[in-house]
T-cell receptor
Framework: KQEVTQIPAALSVPEGENLVLNCSFT??????LQWFRQDPGKGLTSLLL?????REQTSGRLNASLDKSSGRSTLYIAASQPGDSATYLC???????????????FGKGTLLTVNP | DTEVTQTPKHLVMGMTNKKSLKCEQH?????MYWYKQKAKKPPELMFV???????INESVPSRFSPECPNSSLLNLHLHALQPEDSALYLC???????????????FGQGTRLTVV
């Protein structure tokens, strides 16, 4: 059974700081890994998707890396801003146990607070 | 258009009521998902529909009944719910691996359900 762990559970930083969020997973047989942002009481916004054959993806101030063999991904946020405050969720996309379907398994998230 | 639309946004229902949650997407995705999210927890997969057929049921109680009337619509019928079923219900969609291309998942904003 795939298990996804995110460290740290919470992070508070001053504005302007660069930061790294970590995600690890137990089964390397994945299709992809997706990073989401969730604001309180809201749905999930997709930030970056890394296919299993890729090593990294970039979007603006965000950079995500994937090391499938070691079961790790990192989300790097440059020059953090108060508007970046949210919960960041990592999700691994993989076949289900029967292999015929695709499902996302989520980590518990990192609650990020960027202080002005 | 990368939007997944969920209605209603908020729902309060009694334990004897019958209600339905609706989800719609027009991205040509043939996989649609229902997730349940309790406060400060990650989303938990409930159901997966693939090509309009139920392909994954994560041992969800029968008081939750999913339906996929066509490739763009997904419903979740609710009956005789319990107060502990109060949560944010999220719908998502993606291409299937068989469709080729990216299987990036897109989420709706959710329905905040309160059972009284």
């Amino acid at each position: 059974k795939q298990e996804v762990t995110q460290i740290p559970a919470a992070l508070s930083v001053p504005e302007g700081e660069n930061l790294v969020l970590n995600c690890s997973f137990t089964d390397s047989a994945i299709y992809n890994l997706q990073w989401f942002r969730q604001d309180p009481g809201k749905g999930l916004t997709s930030l970056l998707l890394i296919q299993s054959s890729q090593r990294e993806q970039t979007s603006g101030r965000l950079n995500a890396s994937l090391d499938k063999s070691s079961g790790r991904s990192t989300l790097y946020i440059a020059a953090s801003q108060p508007g970046d405050s949210a919960t960041y969720l990592c999700a691994v996309g993989a076949p289900n146990s029967g292999g015929s379907n695709y499902k996302l398994t989520f980590g518990k998230g990192t609650l990020l607070t960027v202080n002005p | 258009d990368t939007e997944v639309t969920q209605t209603p946004k908020h729902l309060v229902m009694g334990m004897t009521n019958k209600k339905s949650l609706k989800c719609e997407q027009h991205m040509g995705h043939r996989a649609m998902y229902w997730y349940k999210q309790k406060a400060k927890k990650p989303p938990e997969l409930m159901f997966v529909y693939s090509y309009e057929k139920l392909s994954i049921n994560e041992s969800v109680p029968s008081r939750f009944s999913p339906e996929c009337p066509n490739s763009s619509l997904l419903n979740l019928h609710l009956h005789a719910l319990q107060p502990e079923d109060s949560a944010l219900y999220l719908c998502a969609s993606s291409h299937t691996p068989r469709q080729g291309g990216s299987t990036e998942a897109f989420f709706g904003q959710g329905t905040r359900l309160t059972v009284v």
